[in-house]
């Protein structure tokens, strides 16, 4: 149990589909991210929100939006993706945001856009 | 900029083989200092880290000590197990800016 947890793990869709990926965390914390971990790439940070305010948002295509309706829930939602988006999606919080505590993880949900 | 480098994968051992990553760092200022690991199927889990110069973080029989001579903040492990197969990635956070990651390497301990 990381205290991070997203769902769906795995997921598949079209290009013309809308689907939203889910992240809850219950550890108290203030901030919460959205990554991007593609095969042989660095993570790519997306969004970041603190006190669900965004506070980052790292040039990220607009068929990705982010919702913050707490700070225990996260959500990104997708529409009309590429196949290049395909990837594995990480959430992960935070104490505080831009300090130097460390992240906290969920496991990810693995996307494929076919 | 900020910037971590990572020695390339995939690093194949036999158990209880001497485990050395090598990763070293641009930045300015002091930054804070951590790896991750990714364990197959899972999201990354803090490992270890250091806040200042000469700190050695330790963790499951992981250390790294932060050397800013060197800039660099290498993961060490004297005799690995099967269980540690996983991707390492180190990682840096200056006071005020985000966290910056190493692409990470794959690390595979064969029996």
């Known amino acids: 149990e990381t205290g991070v947890t997203q769902t769906p793990r795995h997921l598949v869709m079209g290009m013309t589909n809308k689907k939203s990926l889910k992240c809850e965390q219950h550890?108290?914390?203030?901030?919460m991210y959205w990554y991007k971990q593609s095969a042989k790439k660095p993570l790519e940070l997306m969004f970041v929100?603190?006190?669900?305010?965004?506070?980052e948002n790292n040039s990220v295509p607009s068929r990705f939006s982010p919702e913050c309706p707490n700070s225990s829930h996260l959500f990104l939602h997708l529409h009309t993706l590429q196949p290049e988006d395909s990837a594995l999606y990480l959430c992960?919080?935070?104490?505080?945001?831009?300090?130097?505590?460390?992240?906290?993880f969920g496991n990810g949900t693995r996307l494929t856009v076919t | 900029g900020n910037s971590v480098t990572q020695m390339e994968g995939p690093v194949t051992l036999s158990e209880e083989a001497f485990l050395t990553i090598n990763c070293t760092y641009t930045?300015?200022?002091?930054?804070?200092l951590f790896w991750y690991v990714q364990y197959p199927g899972e999201g990354l889990q803090l490992l270890l880290k250091?806040?200042?110069?000469?700190d050695k973080g330790s963790n499951k029989g992981f250390e790294a000590t932060y050397r800013k001579e060197t800039t660099s903040f290498h993961l060490e492990k004297g005799s690995v197990q099967v269980s540690d197969s996983a991707v390492y990635f180190c990682?840096?956070?200056?006071?005020?800016?985000?966290?910056?990651f190493g692409q990470g390497t794959e690390l595979s301990v064969k029996p």
């Open positions: 992960a919080s935070s104490p505080r945001d831009r300090d130097n505590s460390p992240l906290h």
């Open positions: 550890l108290g914390h203030n901030a």
């Open positions: 929100y603190s006190l669900e305010e965004r506070v």
């Open positions: 930045a300015t200022g002091y930054p804070s």
């Open positions: 250091a806040t200042k110069a000469d």
């Open positions: 990682a840096l956070n200056n006071q005020g800016g985000k966290l910056i």
